[in-house]
């Protein structure tokens, strides 16, 4: 079978990047990253996939407009006949013309149980709120900022003890589990959404 075509977009430390690359050499992804794209010229992400061998690429977001900068990104992609596209850790929100572009085949993961606690600092809005109970989530993107489609989520318990290290640090060891295995089940073809839903066939 063909090995899915992926390209990975982050602007930090890039673990999850990590993880993905980990799940493709253990053979447990039967995927390819074919370009990490990063906005941050110094992100960590950048000096993984180099580490890794794989092609990467900085594109400065500097005075250019949103539709502008994405116009840039997806030429990108199509050069590389990118099949599935992974946010993870990329802190921009993309344009509706790229959401176009890559029509449900845009992942994002979110260190929150969407709908709760969009947007940035998940884990500290979590804490703060109050609840007991968080984890993360992996959904399609759309045009709103987290309110895709969701694929997976996992659980994790907020413990009364916790910081905010703590508590996105316990998050984090799940997000690296449940980031390859949603792009697994998109590169077996069994991912089919539904409208809202996202069936696992
Ligand atoms: C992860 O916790 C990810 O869920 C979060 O940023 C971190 C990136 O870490 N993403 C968001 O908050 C998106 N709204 P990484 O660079 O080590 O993968």
């Known amino acids: 079978m063909n090995r899915l075509r992926i390209a990975v977009l982050a602007s930090g430390r890039g673990s999850n990047l990590q993880a993905i690359i980990d799940a493709i050499e253990s053979g447990e992804l039967n995927a390819e990253i074919v370009i990490v794209i990063?906005?941050?010229?110094?992100?960590?992400?950048?000096?993984?996939?180099?580490?890794?061998?794989?092609?990467?690429?900085?594109?400065?977001?500097?005075?250019?407009?949103?539709?502008?900068?994405?116009?840039?990104?997806?030429?990108?992609?199509?050069?590389?006949?990118?099949?599935?596209?992974?946010?993870?850790?990329?802190?921009?929100?993309?344009?509706?013309?790229?959401?176009?572009?890559?029509?449900?085949?845009?992942?994002?993961?979110?260190?929150?149980?969407?709908?709760?606690?969009?947007g940035l600092h998940g884990q500290k809005q979590a804490l703060d709120y109050g609840v007991k109970i968080s984890g993360c989530t992996v959904h399609f993107v759309d045009e709103g900022c987290d309110t895709g489609p969701i694929i997976l989520q996992k659980a994790v318990e907020v413990l009364d003890t916790d910081t905010e290290e703590s508590l996105s640090s316990r998050i984090l060891e799940c997000e690296h589990k449940l980031y390859p295995q949603a792009i697994s089940l998109f590169a077996s073809g069994r991912l089919k959404i539904l409208g809202r839903k996202v069936i696992i066939l």
């Open 38 to 118: 990063s906005d941050k010229k110094n992100a960590y992400a950048l000096k993984r996939a180099k580490r890794h061998g794989i092609n990467r690429l900085f594109i400065s977001p500097k005075d250019k407009k949103r539709e502008e900068y994405d116009k840039e990104i997806v030429n990108q992609l199509h050069k590389y006949n990118v099949e599935l596209v992974c946010l993870a850790g990329f802190m921009r929100i993309l344009s509706p013309y790229f959401v176009k572009e890559f029509k449900n085949r845009i992942m994002n993961i979110h260190p929150t149980l969407l709908p709760s606690f969009p």
